[in-house]
């Protein structure tokens, strides 16, 4: 059963259901990138345990050119 | 001289990391300049995250990320957590912007972002305007650092208020205060390091030079001779000349 959430920004449709696993379907296993939920912060370490619902948004980000 | 946040920096300069023609002309011109810091964003993973983060750990400066683009305190307190893991620093920007027509800063968003953020052990730098009661309270709330505006980002005007800044660094000597934002050539870096600043923070100036790497040292060296100058104790300009060469012993001419 699959679960539709909007990843920045656009809607995916994901296996999983806890964060860490919903970054590794979605290609971001070994990324250096940083996440929220909802707009909270999910640090690293409370990914495992982080579920997502349906129609959550998850912001993943990474390192950008900035001033 | 002042540190930040415990950390003494070899340069006065920091610089930004945008709107460089390339990865290759970045990292040129931080080598070339000396730069201390590098300010960095984060963004929506789209690819050329992992690739830029592997560039900016080679230039070998520290780094600090900034909250740009954030309009709530709310919005700048999550991004500023994501950037504290992502870059592993309690260095943050702190950008709260109020207007888009001049980038200026929100300072009621701005407080609330700081106090929270210094709450839970950021070492904040907060991007402010010249306001010394803004400065004041953002001091109360635990910012040790300063970097009020020379002009609005991007517009390459320089210091717009010289009065507003010099206020500030007679109000607050032991804050170190960066002027950030509005530097548009090595004359206004040299000016703000003049008044006793203690570092400057640009991009665009450099990144959007016709040879950024030359301008990047250009700005480099103002700093560096305005800060020299600070510290010489610069003579107290008159309105009357006043000879430099001896009158006395000239000779008889007429």
């Known amino acids: ?67 | 001289m002042r540190d930040f946040y415990g950390v003494t920096l070899e340069s006065p300069l920091m610089l930004g990391t945008a709107q460089y023609p390339s990865p290759a002309i970045l990292a040129e011109a931080f080598r070339a300049s000396g730069a201390s810091v590098a300010t960095v964003s984060l963004r929506r993973e789209t690819g050329g995250g992992q690739d830029f983060w592997a560039l900016v750990r080679e230039l070998g400066v520290r780094i600090l990320p900034n909250t740009a683009g954030c309009h709530t305190a709310k919005e700048a307190v999550t991004t500023a957590q994501m950037a504290r893991e992502l870059f592993e620093t309690p260095w943050i920007k702190l950008e709260v912007i109020g207007h888009s027509d001049n980038l200026q800063p929100d300072p009621f968003e701005l407080l609330e972002a700081a106090r929270i953020l210094c709450e839970e052990g950021f070492q904040v730098f907060p991007y402010t305007t010249e306001d010394l009661v803004l400065a004041e309270r953002l001091v109360e709330v635990g910012c040790r650092v300063l970097m009020p505006w020379g002009a609005p980002i991007g517009s390459g005007l320089g210091l717009n208020n010289p009065y507003g800044l010099r206020s500030l660094r007679a109000y607050f000597p032991e804050i170190p205060l960066v002027v950030d934002a509005g530097l548009g050539l090595p004359s206004h870096a040299a000016e703000a390091m003049e008044l006793g600043y203690d570092a400057i923070l640009l991009n665009t100036a450099v990144a959007k030079a016709g040879d950024p790497v030359a301008m990047a040292r250009a700005f480099a060296l103002a700093a560096q001779a305005g800060r020299l100058a600070y510290e010489a104790d610069p003579m107290e300009p008159r309105d009357m000349a006043a000879p430099s060469t001896p009158v006395i012993g000239k000779a008889w001419l007429d």
């Open chain 1, 1 to 67: 059963m699959k679960i539709r959430i909007k990843v920045n920004g656009k809607e995916r449709d994901v296996q999983e259901v806890s964060l860490e696993g919903i970054l590794k379907e979605l290609g971001f296993g070994e990324a250096k990138v940083a996440t929220a939920v909802n707009g909270e912060f999910v640090p690293v370490t409370a990914r495992a345990e982080r579920r997502l619902q349906q129609g959550d948004r998850l912001e993943v980000l990474a390192p950008m050119q900035g001033g």
